[in-house]
């Protein structure tokens, strides 16, 4: 899944921009989504005492649409939230980078491929939007003797699943409460987005800053296998054409929270995409956008089902903030 999705050269993410042609996010759907979440990190802002500068940080920022969005919204109700912002991209993609760039240019934003690298000692406000499913999984079978991890092999020039014959010994973060499990039952496990989860936690409560994720998921630890490859807005192989299809797994939010809160952040939700986008008042911004644009009524209306509806991505995705401990109540989140 590494491989696939970043090697340098072939990598999925790093040769091609698949936005619209392979899958569509929720900012590419709708403007209201960013503008929401815009006046999200406003409110927040103005609730942590408006700090002169901080850090408005995108992990996997895409073709930057968001943070346009998002930017055009807090510069209309706010301008000194934008003057105050100083924006950081974390994105691994040089074709990207330069969609963001193209995107973004009246903002200055700055660039880095780790979140490490943005300095301490500022307020760091993050958003997450369909980031941490496209890092990459690990997976365990359960066997008669114990657990074993799934692997990839190459086989007469063909890549197939197959298991690793030695079990495997309970190291964190493999899960130890599973003994029960009925064999044959499939543990995913994301290292990597606990690992990214607990000092992006920790630098939040440190700095008296806010993190906001959204992704699909579930809430609560479960078994199954989530790998998925989508091209060109269908499903595919995932072993079929590396490189070539978009890999994710659902996104284990209760793994996350648990990362959040041993860091010392307060973690509020995880809640339904709908739940949070209600909250923040996308009714009220779509009327607004009908009034303004009437001939668009109808696509508005789709957009917004789109985003909300329980059969389309308003269930399935899942929102999750981040604040220091004993800090006002982030909008959006009945804490
Ligand atoms: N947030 C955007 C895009 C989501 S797609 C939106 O909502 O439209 C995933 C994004 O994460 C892409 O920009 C991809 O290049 C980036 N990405 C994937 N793996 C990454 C990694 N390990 N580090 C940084 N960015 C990564």
């Known amino acids: ?76 109700v706010r301008p000194d ?12 993609s040089p074709l990207l980078r330069s969609a963001q760039k193209q995107n973004l240019s009246d903002y200055s934003p700055g660039w880095a491929v780790r979140w490490q690298e943005i300095p301490e000692g500022v307020p760091l406000y993050f958003i997450a939007n369909e980031f941490f499913d496209a890092l990459p999984i690990q997976q365990f079978v359960r066997k008669s003797d114990g ?36 064999e044959g039952s499939v543990v995913e496990v994301n ?54 299809a978009d890999l994710t797994a659902h996104v284990d939010f209760s793994a996350l929270l648990t990362s959040a809160t041993a860091a010392g952040a307060d973690v509020c ?6 739940a949070l986008l209600d909250g923040l008042g996308i009714c009220l911004r779509a009327d607004r956008l009908k009034l303004t644009s009437p001939e668009c009524a109808s696509e508005i209306d789709a957009s917004v089902a789109r985003l909300t509806d329980e059969k389309l991505m308003g269930s399935l995705f899942k929102a999750m903030a981040l604040s220091k401990p004993g800090s006002k109540q982030l909008p959006g989140f009945p804490c």
């Open 1 to 76: 899944m590494q491989i696939a999705l970043g090697d340098p050269l072939h990598g999925y993410y790093i040769s091609r921009d698949p936005f619209g042609r392979d899958f569509v996010t929720a900012p590419e759907v709708s403007q209201i989504f960013g503008e929401l979440i815009g006046l999200f990190f406003v409110q927040a802002w103005e609730d942590r005492g408006r700090p002169e500068s901080f850090f408005l940080v995108e992990l996997g920022p895409g073709r930057g649409t968001l943070m346009a969005d998002m930017m055009r919204a807090a510069l209309k």
């Open 81 to 92: 939230f934008a003057r105050a912002a100083n924006i950081i991209l974390v994105e691994t």
């Open 147 to 182: 657990w074993h991890e799934r692997m990839v092999a190459a086989k007469n020039d063909k890549l197939k699943f197959v298991l690793a014959p030695d079990v495997q010994s309970a190291r964190s973060p493999f899960p130890t409460d599973r003994e029960n499990a009925v």
């Open 191 to 244: 290292p990597n987005a606990q690992a990214i989860m607990s000092g992006i936690s920790k630098r939040v409560a440190l700095s008296n800053g806010v993190g906001l994720i959204i992704d699909y998921g579930y809430c609560e630890p479960g078994y199954g296998n989530s790998l998925q490859a989508v091209k060109m807005n269908d499903y595919a192989d995932p072993l079929g054409e590396p490189g070539k």
């Open 269 to 274: 939700g995880p809640l339904k995409q709908a």
